[in-house]
């Protein structure tokens, strides 16, 4: 089982800094969408930010609620990219932009599988981390 929980946190691990690499290559372009506080731009970097320190968390502390953590920011990310793809979401209230973009493209697509890639493998760390602590051992 140590070999599996590695192998999910290496894929995990994997699936959210190839998350951040492609929200940091994508930032610049998408800087030209401005709300009063921040542009898409600035989201895609802190978006950029969050994968890698969660990625840290999960790495070097190794327990459920940094697993947690990675699959709510995971899923949450998927779920931004499919919504702000189907319809306008307006935070400009909140001082940032307007998010839509109908359009798919590579760069988009591979964002979405990694973030799928890093819920199914957070969700599967906690499903074994759930499984240790109550002592099931099959």
């Keep these: ?21 492609v929200h940091l290559r994508l930032a610049a372009p998408f800087d030209a969408i401005v709300g009063s506080l921040l ?3 600035d989201l895609f970097r802190v978006q950029a930010a969050a994968n890698l320190t969660t990625v840290a968390l999960v790495v ?3 327990r459920r609620w ?19 793809s189907l319809v306008p979401i307006d935070l400009t209230g909140l ?15 591979t964002a979405l599988v990694a973030q ?12 074994l981390r759930g499984a240790r602590s109550r002592g099931d051992r099959g």
């Design 95 to 109: 001082g940032l932009p307007l998010l839509f973009e109908p359009a798919w493209y590579q760069e988009k697509l």
């Design 116 to 127: 799928l890639v890093a819920a199914a493998a957070a969700l599967a760390l906690l499903a």
């Design 39 to 41: 542009s898409q731009g």
């Design 1 to 21: 089982m140590r070999i599996g929980r590695w192998l999910l946190t290496a894929t995990l691990a994997v699936a959210l800094i190839v998350n951040a690499v």
């Design 60 to 62: 070097l502390a190794r």
């Design 66 to 84: 940094a697993d947690a953590l990675a699959a709510a920011l995971a899923i949450a990310g998927a779920a931004l990219l499919v919504v702000s």
